[in-house]
Every structure is written in C-alpha cells, then in structure tokens.
C-alpha cells in the first residue's frame, strides 16, 4: 500500500513531537515534514511531496488560515482538511466561520466538531446545543447535495466522510434529546490509559483501577470484575457526545447505523458525481 505523505504545521513543538509519535504507529502514513510557521511550511511543500497538510490556525507570521487559502491556490493537488471544535468561545461566530469554509476556502473535508469533556477550561463546555444541531443539519445537507466537497481522498474517502457526517447528526440527536442513540461499547471495543496507570473505559467515568495495582498486567485489569461490572454499567444504556470514546469505537458494532451511514456514503458519492457533470 502506498503510504500517506503528511505535512505538520503548529508552532508549538510539545504538539509537534505528540503527533509525530502518534503516526509512526500508523503504517500508511508517513511523515513528510514538520513546520513552526507558514514560511517553513510554503518551503517544504516546494521540496518534497506531500498528500496531506494539517495546518494550526493560529501561526507566528501569517495565520493558518492565509496559509491554508495560499497552500490550495500554489499546490491544488494537495487534499485541505478543516478541523474546528464548536465551543463556548466560538459559537457565536460559528455560522460566519462555515460561510468561510463554504463560500472562500473550499476546502476538501470539513468537520467541526462538538466539543468534549474534560476541557481545560469548563465555560467552553457550555454550548447552544440547538445553534450546533443547526450547523451540524446544514453541514449534512450541504454534503448529500455536493455543495460541499467535504470527502477524503482514497477509495474509502466517501465512507469515512460518510461516517463524520452521520456521528455527529447522531451526537447532536443525542445531545438535543438526551438520550441515548447507540449502544457504547466503551470498555469492550477500547479502553484509555493515563500516563499514571489508570484505566477507565472513557476520559468521561471514572478509572476502574491502576495497572500498578495489577503489576502491570493489562490483562489483568481488562478480565478483572471490577471491568466486568463497568461493562454492565455501560451497556445499561450510558450515553454521551465523546466522539472518540463513544461514537468512533461503537458505530462498528451497531449495524442499523452502519446501513444508514452506507445510505449517506452512496448519496454523497452520487452527488458528487453529479456535480462534475
Ligand atoms: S457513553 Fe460516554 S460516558 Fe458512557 S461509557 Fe460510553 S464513552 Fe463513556
């Protein structure tokens, strides 16, 4: 398989050396280069082959976003990706920012994102939840319709937007109702780690024990009783808006919502193909 080229940019290096880890234990995916702001980056992309940037918002000399709209200009091989947490702080211009990507940036994907616990500051917790379900509606619609492009490159491009687009209707349904709309299978399908041993089936419950109390041994915490009952807890109908905890790792494993996300990846892909008429 011929490996992703992937270009970094963020001035912060803690962030830079986080996610360089992170994708050497990804084995399609090869890193093309790092860059602390967009001169670095305008250079490598000149240099070398990159298939995809992930570009920071806020950089030292000309912002992400200048950056972003030039990248696409210079280079319009390159697949743009959006990535925007919906929060307190940004809420209120939230509309204005997806007029942006929609009408100026036109970038490839686009995902704004609800945003989830723990925050390290509380006040971005407290959203317009109808202001989200909105924007996440329009976002859906824009994509069946292909007004839009919001896919990732790859045969299985229309899939994997297919399934951003979907989660997150299914999180605001959440959200607005709540209740739950899918079984989690947080703690069966996947578990976090802390950097001090504990482990819980989610960023949001509590840990279930510390691998220093199971001498290390993740078997024996993962089979202990303690995660058995947390299992029980959790398919007793728990619900949340955890992306990455909750929506990713279980979709899987709730087929009704793997029919329709196919649903949405043909409409998707159909449009598209209809725009290019
Ligand atoms: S629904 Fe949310 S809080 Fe409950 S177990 Fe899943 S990820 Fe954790």
Not at 91 to 114: C, G, M, S, T
Not at 181 to 196: K, N, P, R, T
Request: charged share 25%.
């Amino acid at each position: 398989m011929e490996k992703i080229r992937l270009l970094i940019v963020d001035d912060h290096p803690m962030v830079l050396e986080g996610m360089k880890a992170m994708l050497q234990l990804i084995n399609y995916i090869e890193l093309a280069g790092t860059a602390g702001n967009a001169f670095e980056a305008i250079d490598l992309l000149k240099k070398t082959t990159v298939d995809i940037a992930i570009v920071d918002i806020n950089l030292p000399d000309i912002s992400g976003i200048e950056l972003t709209a030039k990248i696409k200009k210079e280079f319009p091989r390159l697949d743009i990706q959006t990535c925007t947490c919906f929060m307190n702080s940004n809420q209120d211009r939230i509309f204005e920012w997806y007029d942006f990507l929609k009408y100026d940036l036109k970038p490839d994907k686009v995902n704004i994102n609800f945003i989830r616990p723990p925050s390290a500051r509380p006040k971005e917790l407290i959203i317009d939840k109808a202001r989200y379900d909105k924007l996440a509606h329009m976002i859906s619609d824009d994509s069946r319709h292909a007004a839009i492009k919001n896919n990732y490159s790859g045969d299985a491009g229309f899939f994997k937007a297919a399934i951003d687009v979907y989660m997150h209707e299914l999180i605001t349904k959440t959200a607005m109702d709540g209740r739950p709309h899918l079984q989690c299978w947080a703690g069966s399908a996947g578990a976090v780690i802390y950097d001090e041993g504990t482990v819980s089936s989610c960023e949001i419950l509590d840990g279930v024990g510390n691998l220093r109390d199971y001498d290390w041994d993740f078997s024996k915490l993962w089979y202990s009783p303690a995660m058995e009952a947390r299992r029980d807890k959790v398919s007793n109908g728990c619900f949340c808006t955890h992306e990455s905890n909750c929506y990713y790792p279980s979709l899987p494993f709730n087929p009704d919502h793997l029919v329709a996300i196919k649903k949405l990846e043909n409409e998707m892909r159909e449009a598209a193909e209809c725009m290019k008429v």
